[in-house]
Nanobody
Framework: VQLQASGGGLVQAGGSLRLSCAAS????????MGWYRQAPGKQRELVAT???????NYADSVKGRFTISRDNAKNTVYLQMNSLRPEDTAVYYC?????????????WGQGTEVTVSS
């Protein structure tokens, strides 16, 4: 499967962006879809995940500001980011995870860059 992330850009603090992650195949086959980010000089970190039963999980730093959602018909996962802060600046990556026979298979998309100016 291929994942195509888009929607990044430059935005002022307090602004909003919506990231999209389009999959080449059905996303319903994946147990979990998620967004991760990596800021310069830092390790990649989890931002938000959503299961194929629509259960969501968020990093504490984005709770109440970011919302992850999925559209199975469009094979796309979204990350709505509101009240953006300079510390949200990073390259954002989407990931799809399939669990088979107790083993996890991860698929990563290319990143989309988000820059939040103060």
């Amino acid at each position: 499967v291929q994942l195509q992330a888009s929607g990044g850009g430059l935005v002022q603090a307090g602004g909003s962006l919506r990231l999209s992650c389009a999959a080449s195949g059905s996303i319903f086959s994946f147990n979990v879809m998620g967004w991760y980010r990596q800021a310069p000089g830092k390790q990649r970190e989890l931002v938000a995940t959503i299961t194929n039963r629509d259960s969501t999980n968020y990093a504490d730093s984005v709770k109440g500001r970011f919302t992850i959602s999925r559209d199975n018909a469009k094979n796309t996962v979204y990350l709505q980011m509101n009240s953006l802060r300079p510390e949200d600046t990073a390259v954002y990556y989407c990931k799809a995870q399939r669990i088979e026979m107790f083993k996890a298979y991860d698929y990563w998309g290319q990143g989309t860059e988000v820059t939040v100016s103060s």
